[in-house]
Structure formats: C-alpha cells, structure tokens
C-alpha cells in the first residue's frame, strides 16, 4: 500500500510517496516555480537525487516531473503510478463544511474551490492541484482531502464566535476556524497514547515559522490560537499575531496603505523579523541577540512571553492541564524556551528535566518524574498523518 502525499501551493508543490506496511518514506520532494519556469527536486530514501530545471507551466507540468522522477530517473522508487494506492492532499481551508478528511468527489471538489474566499492563497492553489492530479493519474486512482481546519471543528460557538456584528458570521462566514489542525492532531494522539487515556487535557505547541497553540480536552480540540486566518494568535516568523486592530487601521491612515498592503505587512513584515529587524529565522534572531542585539532580545522575549500567556490562558480555559507537548522546529529545538515555559509554571508543579531537555528532535518526555503536569517534545509529521487519513478513507 503506497500513498502519495501533496502540499501543493500557487507556484510549489511538495510531496511525499509513504510506504504504508511501515510508514516509511520512499521519496519525498519539491517543485518549484510552477508557472514562470520550474524545477524539480526529488530524493530516495537511500539518497539517490533527480534535480532538473523543467517548464513548468502549470502544475500538469510538474506532476509529470514527479512521475518521471519517481518511475524513470536515476532517484526512481516504483516502476509505475498502477503502485500507488491513494492520493492524499494537505488542504489548508476546509470551512464549516468539513469536519473530517474526505474522499475528493466533484461535489468536494466544487466545496473546497467555493472555500477559496475564505483562504484566497491556499484553497484556489490546492484546486488546481487536484485537477492536474486527474489529469496525470486520471480518476482510477482515489483523491483524499485532509483539512488544516478540521481537528478544530469541535470548538463551541462561544469559543470561535467574533465580537463583531453577527451579520458578518451569517453573510461572510467570519469566525475562528483555526490553522495546523493536522499537526495538533498528531501530536496530541502521541500524547494520549504515552499517557494512557482519552481522558486527558492538553496543550499542544506548534511552534515554526508559523506558530499556534491548540487547547485539547477528551481528545478534541477545545481552542486554538490561529483564528479566521493563521496571522491570529501570538507572535510568529513574520506575522502579528494577535494585536489591537486599532493599531493596524491607524496605521493604514498614517502611511496611506491600502487593507491588502496592512495584511501584507501583518503576514509578512512583522513577527520576530519585523521586531528584530535580523531574520525571521530564530536561530539567526538568537545568535544576534547573543551578540548583545537589544532588538533581536526583544523579539526572543516577547515571543516567548505570549506563547506562555496562550498556555496559561489555555490552562484556565481547560480547568487544569495533564500535558504539554512541544513540536515543529522551534518547539522540537529550542530548549531555552521550553526550559523558560516549564521554569514560568513551576507554581502548578511543573519540573524541567534539564537534563531531557537538551534533546533535539526526538519524541521525549523533558518533565521529571515528580512534575505534576508531563512535558513532552513529540516531533510532528503532518505527511504521515495525511497518508494515515487517506488510507482509513480508501479501505
Ligand atoms: P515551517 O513552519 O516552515 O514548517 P519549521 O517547523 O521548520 O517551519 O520551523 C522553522 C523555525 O524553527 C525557524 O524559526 C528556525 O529558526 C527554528 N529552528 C530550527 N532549529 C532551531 C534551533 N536549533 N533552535 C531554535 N530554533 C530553531
């Protein structure tokens, strides 16, 4: 059983070929440049690679590039296509409409290219994904759909409701709907694996160039911090996070910008980059700041402080925590601000193990045996979990 796993964006497309009788990657790789030129960047599992700068004009293109690389090239996996079973694709925007992943019908199709008003940058892309899939694979092979948003579906109306007019839930559909619910799946289910029981309340931290934090109780999410769109939240790479809208239409005022030049400066020119003026990478923003930078200090400070806000604010949502987990490349690695939430809730009886805490990128547990709240690093592998939903939904 092979699935083939796609993120595709407007001009990229990432995948993944999943060996399921053991979860192993056989391939994985990138095209890049959909639609001006196009490249393909594609590796075995032994290390063989296939790069090739290829036209890709559409993402037809770059499917066929994947075909050739995966059947044909030097970093070949399978002799055919006929070998894959199912194709899984990461969708970023699935709406009130889709609680759960789902087999890709016409009618899926038409939903999720109809949700595209509420994920302009994501869902259109993914659309035009899927139908360059049937075109390369025609419709003998099954389509999955696994949505960001749909872990986050069990949130209750008090929890994802705006303070704003209600015309504008009924008429545009604005709410919280939430980010990365695929990851915070994942990871959770780790979690509530290792403990032992459903029964448990958790914070799971995903923590990369995006960021969010989900509060999950029974197994469901309870509360996200990613909101109508992922900026909402606490401080990432290069975006706000949540702030005083005010701020953002005083601005737009000042400086005479228009409400597509404010988000673009919300999503992309602020977070950790906008604060320290460095990077929006933190292991740059950390090595500045070493180096005496007060900005790059600054940014490392306040991100820290709102994500251990999330987590308190999450505790109280949740009446008590069993579990924290950390995951995606900062939560995987950085162990100063693991160490810095763990020291911050010591008044709950949380206790780092310091010693646990310096492992990088290895599921483990880094609270000690005595802490009342366990603190997990669980690496997420949002590909796996896609390719574990796609195989449910086909058998
Ligand atoms: P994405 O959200 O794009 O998948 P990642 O999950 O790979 O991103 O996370 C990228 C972030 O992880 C970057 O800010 C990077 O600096 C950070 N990161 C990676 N390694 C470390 C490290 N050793 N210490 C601190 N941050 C790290």
């Known amino acids: 059983m092979?699935?083939?796993?796609?993120?595709?964006?407007?001009?990229?497309?990432?995948?993944?070929?999943?060996?399921?009788?053991?979860?192993?990657?056989l391939a994985k790789g990138l095209c890049e440049r959909i639609g001006v030129t196009g490249a393909i960047k594609h590796t075995a599992a032994d290390g063989r690679v296939y790069a090739a700068e290829i036209p890709m004009p559409t993402h037809s293109e770059a499917f066929e590039a994947v075909v050739y690389a995966m059947t044909k090239s030097d970093a070949k996996v399978i002799d055919s296509f006929d070998e894959i079973s199912a194709i899984g694709h990461r969708i970023v925007q699935g709406g009130s409409i889709f609680s759960k992943s789902t087999i890709i019908t016409p009618e899926?199709?038409?939903?999720?290219d109809a949700l595209g008003e509420l994920a302009p940058l994501h869902n259109p892309a993914h659309v035009l994904a899927i139908r360059a899939c049937i075109k390369t694979f025609g419709t003998e092979i099954p389509q999955v759909a696994v949505f960001d948003t749909s872990f986050h579906q069990t949130m209750e109306p008090k929890v994802y409701m705006y303070a704003l007019p209600y015309e504008y839930y009924e008429k545009y559909k604005v709410r919280k709907y939430g980010a990365h619910g695929t990851s915070h799946h994942f990871v959770s289910q780790r979690v509530l694996a290792i403990e032992g029981s459903q029964d448990k309340k958790v914070i799971t931290c995903h923590l990369g160039n995006g960021c969010?934090?989900?509060?999950?109780?029974?197994?469901?999410?309870?509360?996200?911090?990613?909101?109508?769109?992922p900026l909402d939240g606490f401080m990432m790479g290069t975006r706000t996070g949540t702030l005083d809208p005010s701020a953002v239409t005083f601005i737009a005022n000042k400086e005479n910008l228009t409400p597509d030049e404010m988000s673009n400066i919300c999503n992309k020119k602020s977070g950790v980059f906008g604060i320290s003026g460095i990077s929006n990478d933190n292991r740059d923003v950390a090595a500045a700041a070493q180096q005496g930078n007060e900005r790059?200090?600054?940014?490392?400070?306040?991100?820290?402080?709102?994500?251990?806000?999330?987590?308190?604010?999450?505790?109280?949502?949740?009446?008590?925590?069993?579990?924290?987990?950390?995951t995606g490349g900062i939560g995987e690695n950085d162990a100063e601000l693991r160490a810095y939430i763990c020291d911050s809730l010591a008044f709950l009886g949380v206790k780092c193990d310091y010693e646990a805490n310096k492992v990088r990128g290895k599921e483990i547990k880094i609270s000690t045996d005595d802490s009342k709240v366990n603190v997990y690093i669980i690496p997420t592998n949002e590909e796996l979990a896609i390719a574990r939903d796609t195989l449910a939904l086909i058998k």
Do not use: H, W
């Open 108 to 112: 899926a199709l038409a939903d999720i």
């Open 2 to 25: 092979k699935i083939f796993v796609v993120n595709a964006g407007s001009s990229s497309l990432k995948y993944q070929l999943i060996d399921m009788t053991d979860e192993s990657v």
């Open 212 to 229: 969010s934090i989900t509060a999950i109780k029974d197994g469901k999410c309870f509360d996200t911090s990613m909101g109508f769109t």
């Open 296 to 326: 790059a200090q600054l940014a490392i400070d306040m991100q820290r402080y709102q994500i251990l806000k999330f987590i308190g604010s999450y505790i109280a949502a949740l009446g008590g925590v069993d579990a924290i987990a950390f």
